[in-house]
């Protein structure tokens, strides 16, 4: 060895040690940053064409094991109506006078499981002399956050809609009410309740995050309010009874107001106006109908009232109209009966609701 030769120390061999641990660790950091953030890689070599990809984005594209990854299968994956902008996003990617930014998100189609799946995916390229020579970039799966926002999007337009209808209601129970009531306070008192019976309806569809109402829960609040007790003492002075399911929004919004009308007329002139009174609520599909009855019993005798308020326009007519269906309304002696018979699919059968 001559005196020009170098010898590393041992200090040199720690050095190289450490910055090998330093390496190794700041490696491992980067792939749990991408386990946590449920991100692949991808590296596309723009002067051979290879594309290399980890196991994550494979699975995202769907590409079958030993099938090499190239951009003709990484276009041919996109969904159709994406194809158009992710081209554009490409050509930007490569123009050297922008920053060499990709950045974009589309739908892909599953080579192998033909799943259809959000991806966000960034990437930057590296360019020599003016020219793109590689990108490098992430693939992560967004998939459930687009359904999320899908989701928020068909609630708002279903807002929208409810909005104008829910408003038109209230416009024309404002008026029903008020044509029929003797003084302002009684006028107060009525649309007060009737408003309430409305907000009721609505907060179980909210609940439900606008899919429906429970049959079983509208009655129950609805009773429950009127009868101004808490919804499990309900069954004290009411038999309710029917299979479990799920009323459409319409139809839970217009059973509400019925169920209101029937149950403040009880509290007043029917059933549940005496102590041993009572009310029944039943229903049941027969031959492609929801078939629901009104029954009460051991109130005073009753007869046909002299005029039709707005609750008796309700239950006898803007309720099966609303509905496409039809109504009785009927006054035996030993106590009023309603029934409102409607298409089976206002409502669904739903073995887990309460």
């Known amino acids: 060895m001559t005196d020009t030769e170098i010898r590393p120390t041992t200090e040199d061999a720690r050095s190289a040690r450490s910055f090998c641990d330093e390496q190794a660790f700041a490696l491992e950091r980067m792939q749990l940053a991408l386990d946590a953030g449920r991100t692949g890689i991808w590296d596309w070599n723009l002067l051979t064409g290879e594309v290399h990809i980890d196991e994550r984005v494979r699975r995202l594209w769907g590409l079958p094991e030993g099938v090499p990854a190239s951009f003709e299968i990484f276009r041919s994956a996109l969904h159709p ?14 123009d050297p006078t922008h920053e060499g930014d990709y950045e974009i998100e589309y739908r892909v189609i599953g080579q192998t499981d033909r799943i259809e799946r959000w991806v966000s995916v960034r990437g930057r390229t590296f360019f020599d002399e003016g020219r793109a020579v590689r990108i490098l970039g992430t693939a992560r799966d967004i998939t459930p956050r687009k359904q999320r926002e899908q989701h928020v999007r068909v609630l708002l337009r279903e807002l929208v809609h409810r909005s104008k209808n829910l408003l038109a209601v209230v416009q024309a129970m404002s008026r029903q009410t008020a044509a029929g009531s003797p003084s302002v306070e009684d006028f107060q008192r009525k649309f007060g309740a009737r408003l309430q019976a409305l907000s009721m309806a609505h907060d179980l569809l909210v609940s439900q995050d606008w899919r429906g109402a429970s049959m079983r829960e509208l009655v129950r609040a609805q009773l429950a309010y009127c009868m101004d ?13 029917g299979p479990k399911i799920m009323l459409k929004p319409e139809a839970a919004q217009n059973i509400g107001l019925a169920l209101h009308e029937l149950a403040t007329n009880a509290l007043s002139f029917g059933g549940l106006s005496r102590p041993d009174g009572a009310v029944s609520l039943t229903w049941r599909f027969e031959d492609g109908r929801l078939n629901i009855e009104w029954r009460e019993s051991g109130g005073p005798a009753v007869a046909m009232p002299p005029r039709e308020g707005f609750g008796h326009k309700v239950i006898k007519r803007l309720v099966a109209q609303a509905l496409d269906g039809t109504a009785t ?26």
């Open 81 to 94: 109506q994406d194809k158009k902008r992710t081209k554009e996003a490409v050509g930007v990617a490569l």
């Open 229 to 241: 007790v808490p919804q499990g003492d309900v069954t004290s002075r009411a038999t309710i009874d």
């Open 329 to 354: 309304l009927n006054f035996p002696p030993d106590g009023l009966v309603w029934t409102l018979s409607i298409p089976a699919s206002y409502a669904t059968v739903r073995d887990d609701q309460a």
